[in-house]
């Protein structure tokens, strides 16, 4: 008798056990990644997927990296709470992808976080300019960058939100391109943080004034936020931006 209960606890415990291990494996929510590889942005790309991989895994979500839109439709789309846009342009997408990920944005069927050279917005590479994603990030065309690159000091405006929970008020962004608009995207988003143009590391005279750097559109169901940083790995050894990115993540996911 005392033999069959300790058997009947130990098959106890290793279902538990087995439960337990399986509902740690359940990811709590899954991401989709649109990488841009090559170039310029190669290192930034390499460095960031390196280090959301180790946060997948202390937060509990997991990824799917794609360097294209071709498989990416509304029910491709459906399996992912957040859509990641890590530095891929607003072109070279296919008919489908736009249309899926128009509705998946203005139906709140997930959440956004973008970065850098998601806002090259303009005719490039013999692709038309997209009006929608213009529209989704405040009505800006790309106009111009510091080529050279530059370290600056960027000032948070909006210490509330939950994208900027631990994040202090101002901090150093090292070695990045500064993109420039043709106009101010202000007026037509909820800007969290500004570059301060006055503490560029270099010289330059490419400027906006009021130079909004992290913002999200209210606008849309989805949550979203734009992140202009993101050229040089440099960037993955700022606490801040870390910080930022994590909490943009799980606050896109509703987390």
Request: proline letters at 4%; charged letters at 20%; a neutral charge.
């Amino acid at each position: 008798m005392k033999n069959l209960f300790i058997k009947a606890v130990s098959i106890l415990g290793l279902v538990l056990a087995l439960q337990t291990n399986l509902y740690a494996q359940t990811p709590k929510f899954k991401v989709l990644i649109l990488a841009e590889r090559g170039g310029y942005h190669e290192g930034f790309v390499v460095a960031a997927l390196d280090w959301l991989n180790k946060l997948a895994s202390e937060k509990g979500f997991e990824f799917t990296v794609v360097n294209n839109t071709n498989l990416v439709d509304a029910g491709y789309l459906s399996q992912y709470k957040v859509f990641m846009q890590l530095n891929y342009p607003p072109y070279m997408w296919t008919d489908k992808a736009k249309a899926a990920f128009v509705k998946y944005i203005e139906e709140g069927r997930g959440g956004w976080v973008g970065f850098h050279h998601a806002s090259l917005l303009g005719e490039f590479d013999g692709y038309q300019m997209w009006d929608w994603f213009s529209g989704f990030l405040g009505g800006i065309r790309y106009k111009n960058y510091i080529a050279a690159t530059a370290s600056a000091k960027v000032n948070v405006e909006e210490a509330q939100h939950p994208v900027m929970k631990g994040v202090s008020s101002s901090f150093i962004v090292p070695d990045d391109e500064w993109y420039t608009f043709d106009k101010d995207p202000r007026p037509n988003v909820h800007v969290l943080a500004t570059v301060d143009e006055s503490t560029y590391s270099i010289a330059t005279d490419i400027k906006m004034g009021d130079h909004p750097v992290i913002w999200v559109n209210e606008k849309m169901k989805a949550r979203n936020v734009y992140f202009l940083m993101g050229h040089h790995a440099h960037l993955l050894n700022s606490p801040e931006f870390k910080t930022m990115v994590t909490n943009a993540i799980l606050w896109t996911a509703g987390k």
